[in-house]
């Protein structure tokens, strides 16, 4: 079955960094765009980057476009994002997608909370 792992959420001061990972299996990662939301509290959830299958084409929201990083790594079926210049208003619930902003699967989700 399709499982999709969340890890390298936790506390990080506005301005610092995390890089968030996900383990894929139970499908051909390689096959699929992917993708993180997140869900802030009290809010519905938000589509925050993709990456198409073969990592030839990325795309971000605008409101973390130059400051989060996706990529992949098809030989283990891991998925990144690497977070930069956070903000509070990046704390929310991190998830793992698979496909775009129109999806079937999604993992458990990562906690990343910024705050001094």
């Known amino acids: 079955q399709v499982q999709l792992v969340e890890s390298g959420g936790g506390l990080a001061q506005p301005g610092g960094s995390l890089r968030l990972s996900c383990a894929a299996s139970?499908?051909?990662?390689?096959?699929?765009?992917m993708s993180w939301a997140r869900q802030a509290p009290g809010k519905g959830l938000e589509w925050v980057s993709g990456i198409y299958k073969d990592a030839s084409d990325t795309s971000y929201a605008d409101s973390v476009k130059g400051r989060f990083t996706i990529s992949r790594d098809n030989a283990k079926n891991t998925l990144f994002l690497q977070m930069n210049s956070l903000k509070p208003e990046d704390t929310a619930l991190y998830y793992c997608?698979?496909?775009?902003?129109?999806?079937?699967?999604r993992g458990q989700g990562t906690q990343v909370t910024v705050s001094s």
């Open positions: 139970g499908f051909t990662f390689s096959s699929y765009t």
């Open positions: 997608i698979r496909g775009g902003k129109v999806y079937d699967y």
